[in-house]
């Protein structure tokens, strides 16, 4: 298998965004076929002259759009797909709510297999029991809650991941037997609950912000359902755009 060498890094357009062009126009144009392998990490790593993040970036954004798909212990294959039409963008939702240089602890509350409730149900289409993770966050002197419902299948080894130092996030993107491809946000002004008051330091009845976030694959399933509530003074939202073709 034979590729050129076409990364130019003069160009403002990110490296990552690059190799996302260069595959998906081999894919696009029948040069790699349907069942084509495409050339390991390590080995893309040294045509291109980029880092394993990079080029681990694009391959899972290929993935997610169905270009091309991971068969562990054997490698990356093409999965053929046609192109889409007009221009697609790259959203990235940031985690950062509160605002620039501020600390932010995270503690883990509660964990483990529970029965969810009937809205839980409702949002990731399902009976069975999921995996709850109940945190605390203290932002400088503001405290919020995160709860976090993920069906069972998603992370099989969820219970052994030390999940009080990284993001969910990550997590699901590195090991989940699917990945997150759409997020729908929904934010509210809701009123503190008796059991949440004395965690929040805050009033009963006070009012405070609420974010739910359902994550969807690219198959449309429910990949995980969180909630934050809190009621912070400053939250800030960032969202960025990235053209990919």
Not at 160 to 177: F, V
Request: with cysteine.
């Amino acid at each position: 298998m034979r590729i050129e060498k076409t990364v130019d890094r003069g160009s403002k357009e990110k490296l990552y965004v690059q190799i996302y062009s260069i595959i998906s126009g081999r894919i696009v144009s029948g040069e790699w076929p349907d069942g084509t392998q495409i050339p390991a990490e390590d080995e893309l790593c040294r045509i291109y002259d980029v880092s394993k993040v990079t080029v681990r970036e694009a391959i899972q954004e290929l993935v997610r759009e169905g270009y091309l798909r991971r068969q562990q212990g054997k490698g990356t294959f093409v999965t053929y797909t046609m192109p889409h039409p007009g221009i697609v963008m790259r959203t990235r939702l940031l985690d950062n709510m509160h605002g620039e240089e501020v600390t932010v602890r995270k503690e883990i509350l509660e964990r483990g297999v529970r029965e969810p409730s009937d809205e839980v149900k409702k949002v990731l289409m399902t009976e069975e029991d999921v995996y709850y993770v109940a945190s605390r966050k203290v932002v400088n002197s503001e405290r919020y809650k995160e709860e976090f419902f993920i069906p069972l299948f998603i992370l099989p080894d969820i219970d052994k991941q030390n999940l009080a130092d990284r993001s969910l996030y990550d997590l699901i993107e590195e090991k989940g037997t699917k990945k997150i491809f759409k997020v729908t946000q929904i934010m509210e002004v809701t009123i503190v609950q008796e059991n949440l008051a004395a965690m929040l330091r805050m009033g009963e009845g006070s009012p405070a912000l609420l974010v739910s976030r359902i994550h969807n694959s690219l198959d449309g399933s429910p990949v995980a359902y969180s909630r934050l509530i809190g009621g912070g003074k400053k939250h800030k939202l960032q969202i960025e755009f990235e053209r990919i073709k």
